[in-house]
Each structure stands twice: as structure tokens, then as C-alpha cells.
């Protein structure tokens, strides 16, 4: 009998598995961007940034509107499933907008925050699995004073651990009937609370608020899974802003550093990473547009045969690193194969209009050290590189040695023509190897620019680097010719 109820069991649970792959099935074929979300009346952001505010039936502090369930959802399905491109989950996304009267306002609850007497409207809640980011903020108001605005975050329903943990934008002063950006410097934020502090005789008139909502989002980026070769490629993705199909965008890859490495797809998400200031940065300048994806760097034990644990791998060393050999990045290793396939089943993909010409590296301390990685492998991809706090070959914080540089010097051959900007603190070990690279690829003729970030060390170099426009700016100047392979 017991027997029986197992093979029920089991014929139960394959018949819903294939139900699970046959409606996967039928994603395959669509318009990326569907008609009814083509243009919202409410708003000029078309993809990607939902816009919420307080419901105005809300009247008094204790009341929790659910923004994310009020939405209608409107699904951009994944990409068509090609041969071993798996994408998940959809991307759910809807511009909404609304006015938040004076006398709503004068309802919020008034407290102390940082020795400032300030209004706090009720919770804003993003469903289950929604992040909640990039507000915007118009406030309404007459008189003499000044008026001071800020948006609290958390990710539980928390007013003062928040504030206790600083997860605050700050005040800002703001002028009337004037839009400014606010945005959360860490990812997961579920709730998230309006704040204004008044000085003078200040009479506020009204509200307008908005946000980011994504449903599974990370700074924006939504998870996604790439298989490749028995193993599966954890990546995150974020579309244009605006995105229209009959116009070309960038592609940046961001990798993290060794803090980053897992199969969680999340721990890839890290603050030292591009991808994270494409979104709270630069996500509403037109010039920094573009397609980013941030593939997550698997440890030892996820990486399938015959890369591991059948086949070689390469020297290992638990004094970097406890989950992982250094040889995980390495130009032959499974995860830089599966990423650079990833990446060209992307730019052949009818669903994603990415401009060839560029494709953009960019990656922080191990990141960094797989920057040379991916050179090495397919030069011929990148238009341009942003090396930060990496190393080229050999150890970390170390310079290499006679025999690696030797080595070196065959390897930068086949990427010198490939411009890289190196970056580096001045206080980091790590620019012993950034700066011996960035020599010997000038001394080839090569293309690269190195700068040392005065007072910078390790992690500081990544902020330094990545909040610099005119890096970003340079990176995205690059643009690969197709006549000088």
C-alpha cells in the first residue's frame, strides 16, 4: 500500500512538472514590450519604472496601503527559450501616479528624526517579492520657511530600526512644485515611508510621489538562470530604461568580487558593483541607458563536470578564498564560458535589440581579476573594460614574478587593442598587478588608462570609481570597429 501511495506520489509531481514546461513552452515568441505597455498617460517612464503613492482613501498612519497589489499587472515575458537560454521570473511592471491632498498629509503622524520635528506618512508596502526603489517627489507648499524631504526604507515593516540603522536618504530641501529623485543606497527595500520637516511658516499644499517597483528586484535587476553545459548560469538583468525595440542599447556585464560567489542570485548584487550605480546613479540620464546583466560566479561545488570536480581546475588556494579556487575565472573555466555564451545567444536574440559594437565589461576585485579573463577569451567581443581594485595574473594584492609576467606579456598580446580603465586605491594592494598591466599594455602600443584613487582602499575604490561619471561616460564612449580584428 505504502508503495502504491509513493509511485501516486511521484506520477503527480512529473505531470506537474511537465505542466510547469509546457506553459514555459509557451512563452516562446513575443513582443518584448506589448502594446498596452507602450505608453502609459500617467507617466514618460516606459519600462521599468512603476510609479506608486499613498492611495488617498488612506487617512491615518496606522493604515498599510498594498501598492503592489493594486496594480494590474501587466507581464513582459522572458526571452524566448533557445536553445539553452532559461530566463525566470516575467518582469512585472505598471506606472501609476497620485496626489496626496494637505489634508492627508496633515493627518500623518508627527515625530522626531535626528533632532528634526518631522511628518511621516503611512507605510508604502511592495507585495511579496517587490522591491521598492528611485522615488520622486513634487511637494506642493506656500509661505516663508523652508521645507526639508527624505524617504525612510527597510526591509520589514520597521519605522525606527530603520532610522536606528540609517537606511534613510537624508533630508534634502526641496522647492515647491519641484520633482526630486530620492533613491536607497541598499537593495531589498519592501517598505518605505515619505518624510517632511517644515521650518518657518510653511502651508503645505499638496503631493505627488512615485517609485520603482520590481517584482524579484535587486537594484532593478531581476533573476534569471543561463544553462550551459550540465550547470546553470545565476545571473540578474535589467532592460533600458525606455526601451524601445527599434533602437540599439549597450550591453554592461558587472562582476562582483569574491564576497559576491554563490548560488543564491542574490549575494552578486553587491554595493561595490557597476550595475548597482546604472540603477540608483544613472538610471534616468539617457546617455547610460542600456541592457546590464550581472552573471553570479558559482562556488567550487556548483560548477558541473568536466570543469569540476572531473576535470582540471587549476591550481587551488583556500588562502584566497574558502569556496573557491582561483581558477574559477579562468578564460578556459566553466563560468566564463557560460557567461561569453550567454552573452552572444543575447545579441542574436531577435527579442533584444543589443548593439554589437557595445559590449561593455566592467568588475570589481575578483571581478577585476576575470576582467582579464574575458579579454583573454573573446577579445573580439568588448568594445571596452573598466577594471577596479583586479589583479592580472598570479595572487592578489601581489605583483607577479618573473615567471608570471613572462606570461603576461604573450597574454596582453591578445588583448592590448581592447581600451581598459584601470582603477586602483592608493591605499590597496591591489594596484601592484593593476599597475604592472596597465605598463606592459601601453609598452605593446595598446589602448589603457590607469588611475590611482588618492586615500582609496579596496572597497573605497570601487565607490570612487563607479560614482565617477566621467569614467562611466568614458566607457560608454567606446565603440568596437569590426575592420581591425
Wanted: proline fraction near 6%; hydrophobic fraction near 35%; aromatic fraction near 12%.
Amino acid at each position: 500500500m505504502k508503495n502504491t501511495i509513493k509511485l501516486s506520489a511521484i506520477l503527480v509531481l512529473v505531470i506537474i512538472s511537465f505542466s510547469v514546461l509546457a506553459t514555459g513552452v509557451l512563452y516562446a515568441g513575443f513582443d518584448p514590450v506589448p502594446k498596452q505597455y507602450q505608453r502609459h498617460p500617467v507617466s514618460q517612464d516606459d519600462f521599468g519604472r512603476p510609479n506608486i503613492a499613498v492611495e488617498e482613501e488612506t487617512t491615518t498612519s496606522g493604515d498599510k496601503p498594498n501598492l503592489a497589489q493594486e496594480l494590474e499587472s501587466e507581464i513582459v515575458p522572458p526571452l524566448k527559450t533557445v536553445s539553452n537560454l532559461v530566463n525566470q521570473p516575467a518582469y512585472i511592471s505598471r506606472i501609476m501616479e497620485n496626489d496626496i491632498d494637505a489634508s492627508m498629509i496633515a493627518s500623518w503622524n508627527v515625530t522626531e528624526i535626528k533632532g528634526k520635528t518631522v511628518r511621516v506618512a503611512p507605510v508604502i508596502v511592495a507585495d511579496k517579492g517587490f522591491e521598492l526603489n528611485l522615488d520622486e517627489l513634487t511637494v506642493k507648499f506656500e509661505g516663508e520657511g523652508t521645507l526639508e524631504a527624505g524617504i525612510v526604507y527597510n526591509y520589514k515593516d520597521d519605522f525606527q530600526q530603520a532610522i536606528e540603522k540609517n537606511i534613510f536618504t537624508g533630508f534634502r530641501r526641496v522647492a515647491s512644485d519641484k520633482a526630486n529623485r530620492f533613491y536607497n543606497r541598499y537593495k531589498g527595500a519592501k517598505y518605505a515611508w515619505i518624510v517632511l520637516s517644515a521650518q518657518g511658516k510653511i502651508k503645505l499644499t499638496g503631493l505627488k510621489h512615485s517609485c520603482n517597483i520590481v517584482k524579484g528586484g535587486q537594484y532593478g535587476h531581476i533573476p534569471r538562470e543561463y544553462r550551459f553545459e550540465h550547470g546553470s548560469l545565476l545571473y540578474r538583468i535589467m532592460y533600458p530604461k525606455n526601451y524601445d525595440p527599434s533602437k540599439k542599447y549597450p550591453l554592461v556585464i558587472s562582476v562582483h568580487g569574491s564576497g559576491g560567489v554563490g548560488s543564491d542570485n542574490s549575494k552578486n548584487m553587491e554595493m561595490t558593483i557597476l550595475a548597482r550605480y546604472l540603477y540608483i546613479s544613472y538610471y534616468d540620464d539617457p546617455e547610460f541607458e542600456c541592457f546590464s546583466i550581472v552573471p553570479q560566479i558559482p562556488d567550487d561545488k556548483s560548477i558541473p563536470a568536466p570543469y569540476y570536480p572531473n576535470g582540471s581546475k587549476g591550481v587551488y588556494s583556500r588562502t584566497y578564498h574558502p569556496a573557491i579556487s582561483l581558477s574559477t575565472v579562468n578564460a578556459t573555466g566553466w563560468y566564463t564560458k557560460a557567461t561569453l555564451s550567454l552573452v552572444h545567444e543575447m545579441l542574436n536574440s531577435p527579442e533584444l535589440s543589443i548593439d554589437p559594437s557595445r559590449v561593455y565589461y566592467s568588475g570589481f576585485s575578483y571581478g577585476g581579476k576575470a576582467c582579464w579573463e574575458f579579454l583573454k577569451a573573446d577579445p573580439d567581443l568588448f568594445a571596452g573594460a573598466i577594471c577596479c581594485a583586479g589583479w592580472p595574473i598570479g595572487m592578489p594584492y601581489k605583483a607577479p614574478n618573473e615567471v608570471q609576467f613572462e606570461r603576461l606579456k604573450s597574454e596582453v598580446t591578445g588583448y592590448k587593442k581592447v581600451p581598459v580603465y584601470i582603477t586602483a586605491g592608493e591605499k590597496d594592494g591591489m594596484r601592484l598587478g593593476s599597475k604592472v598591466v596597465y605598463d606592459e599594455i601601453i609598452r605593446q602600443g595598446g589602448k589603457s588608462i590607469y588611475k590611482e584613487i588618492k586615500n582609496a582602499d579596496h572597497v573605497q575604490s570601487s565607490t570612487k570609481t563607479w560614482s565617477d561619471k566621467g569614467i562611466v561616460e568614458w566607457l560608454f564612449d567606446q565603440k568596437k570597429t569590426f575592420d581591425n580584428n
